[in-house]
């Protein structure tokens, strides 16, 4: 699954939007099984957090992939965060605050349905947001230049590097989406009556920008893919494949973590294992 990291510049255009894997349902079956398991040492572990970032077009898939990949997992393992609007409070914090609460403890996996990456993305394509934020040194759109991108994206690879150090795994999932694919999911949602409800104007709007928002995303995955909070490009007009790569890539990484193994019982517990068993069978 190499193919799908960011390791050098990019340009999306160049990189597939969908990849049909045979067999993709009954392979994730498979894999989520093992991710189970293997989160479940995680959680005995105790000493790493995992992050799964995921961002994409509207229609790209995010909520359905998270619920097929981690459908396995012990719900104590797994917390997902689906990040809206900016509320009240946490507009009067800086932008990053809300998910650095978010974050998975050690022994879980955080999901983050749309990410800080936000902050970057829909922002960048309506600068208009930003005046929201009340932010000292932004008093006008006019004040929004390429200097106070670069270092909000400094300040996102910061942020990465630092919770990387502190034992969080990173991953970082961009689901290409083709214009054409998403066209077809909008019209499904709007042909079948119990999907209307997840259909607004507001995405036809948005859809107008789209070349915009490959450009500022094309430009947000080279600038932030680092060795320590990598991004992967997932064709995502195919659904069960996007999904099976998805869930097989966090598979891959983590199980290259060797020391993520059960802790070793206490000395006195595991000399007595054979007493505390009788002491149970003889109650």
Not at 4 to 23: A, C, E, F, G, Q
Not at 27 to 56: E, F, M, N, P, S
Request: with cysteine; glycine share 4%.
């Amino acid at each position: 699954m190499s193919e799908y990291k960011v390791t050098s510049k990019i340009s999306l255009k160049d990189r597939p939007t969908k990849v049909v894997i045979d067999d993709a349902e009954k392979q994730l079956k498979k894999i989520r099984k093992k991710l189970g398991k293997l989160q479940d040492t995680l959680y005995a572990h105790g000493k790493y957090a995992v992050l799964v970032c995921l961002q994409g077009m509207d229609t790209a898939g995010k909520d359905s992939l998270i619920r097929e990949v981690f459908k396995d997992f012990n719900a104590r393992g797994v917390v997902v965060h689906s990040f809206k609007v900016p509320t009240e409070l946490e507009l009067k914090h800086d932008y990053l605050w809300r998910h650095y609460i978010a974050l998975p403890a050690r022994g879980k996996f955080g999901v983050f349905n749309r990410t800080h990456y936000e902050n970057v993305l829909v922002t960048r394509v309506h600068p208009g947001y930003i005046l929201g934020e009340n932010i000292p040194s932004v008093n006008s759109v006019e004040d929004i230049d390429d200097a106070f991108w670069d270092k909000r994206f400094e300040q996102i690879n910061n942020f990465e590097k630092h919770i990387a150090e502190s034992g969080t795994i990173i991953f970082k999932f961009f689901l290409n989406l083709s214009k054409e694919e998403q066209k077809n999911r909008l019209l499904r949602r709007l042909n079948k009556q119990e999907k209307n409800w997840k259909f607004s104007p507001g995405d036809l709007k948005e859809r107008k920008l789209w070349d915009t928002y490959q450009v500022c995303y094309e430009d947000a995955i080279n600038r932030t893919s680092k060795e320590y909070a990598p991004w992967y490009t997932i064709p995502a007009d195919d659904k069960p494949s996007a999904r099976y790569i998805v869930a097989k890539i966090i598979y891959d990484t983590l199980k290259e973590y060797t020391d993520i193994e059960e802790p070793e019982l206490d000395d006195d517990i595991k000399a007595n294992i054979e007493l505390y068993k009788q002491q149970l069978k003889n109650e």
